[in-house]
């Protein structure tokens, strides 16, 4: 069931699902992570407030994918296990990682600059590294979006 690997890398990916809650439009976010290749913790959860915009959603959820992996890292370092640095976290939204490697801020960040500001403090200490993942089939995007209803289309 797990494989053993040759390092402790620690990585994680994370996704969000923008306003896909037919009745109330509220968003889904999730994460995944891995420790030496083998999956350790999911989550995936409904949001309690709509978000503005994809871009606020995505960032949520990659907040949350954070604190998971600096959870993980803080309790493998409790056992006297020493992972490999820096953990990396994939994120399927472009923007929301340019933002996160952008120094400058918009008007259109102020909503989550408190997140943002977490996050560049984690990259500036070379704790974690964010990039972009893309893949056909990403299965954190399928579960989120395994259960939505199809819209109406025949009268």
């Known amino acids: 069931m797990f494989t053993k690997g040759d390092t402790l890398n620690i990585k ?11 009745e109330d439009r509220h968003s889904t976010t999730g994460y995944l992570t891995f ?14 407030v709509v978000a503005r915009s994809s871009v606020e959603v995505e960032y949520r959820g990659m907040i949350k994918g954070v604190c998971e ?10 056992l006297k296990i020493s992972p490999t640095f820096p953990m990396k976290l994939y994120c399927d939204s472009n923007v929301t990682c340019d933002i996160t490697h952008n120094l400058v801020q918009h008007d259109r960040t102020k909503h989550v600059e408190i997140d ?16 972009h993942f893309n893949l056909m089939i990403n299965l954190l995007t399928f579960s989120l979006k395994q259960y939505q209803v199809k819209p109406f289309t025949e009268c």
């Open 12 to 22: 994680g990916n994370t996704d969000a699902d923008w306003a896909g809650s037919i």
């Open 35 to 48: 420790v030496g290749g083998n999956l350790v913790t999911w989550r995936s959860k409904k949001q309690e």
């Open 69 to 78: 992996l600096l959870w993980i890292k803080n309790l493998l370092q409790e």
């Open 116 to 131: 943002i500001h977490f996050i560049k403090e984690q990259l500036e200490a070379k704790i974690i590294e964010v990039s």
